[in-house]
């Protein structure tokens, strides 16, 4: 996974109606977002929950909107 931003992180909003927050500023996971959209159909950004930091697979098809989370 590319460097993000330490310290930073961004609240998505999915489809689904639940939200993530994942490490990292707001440029840096629209970023990954945007490159899995323009890969093949099912690639998965992969983020790190801004708790836990636990891996996770988003499918940028199921983001709604992409905040930045003021902690």
């Known amino acids: 996974m590319p460097a993000i931003s330490p310290g930073s ?3 998505l909003s999915l489809s689904t109606g639940d939200a993530l ?3 990292g500023g707001l440029q ?3 970023k990954l ?3 899995a959209s323009r890969s ?3 690639t998965l950004a992969w ?3 801004a708790v836990g930091g636990e ?3 988003v499918n940028p098809a199921h ?9």
Not at 63 to 71: H, L, P, S, Y
Request: hydrophobic share 35%; charged share 25%.
């Open 63 to 71: 983001v709604v909107t992409v905040t930045a989370e003021d902690g």
């Open 28 to 30: 840096d996971v629209e």
């Open 47 to 49: 983020l790190t929950e």
């Open 55 to 57: 891996a996770v697979g």
């Open 9 to 11: 992180s961004t609240k």
């Open 33 to 35: 977002l945007q490159n």
């Open 21 to 23: 927050v994942v490490e």
């Open 40 to 42: 093949s159909p099912g």
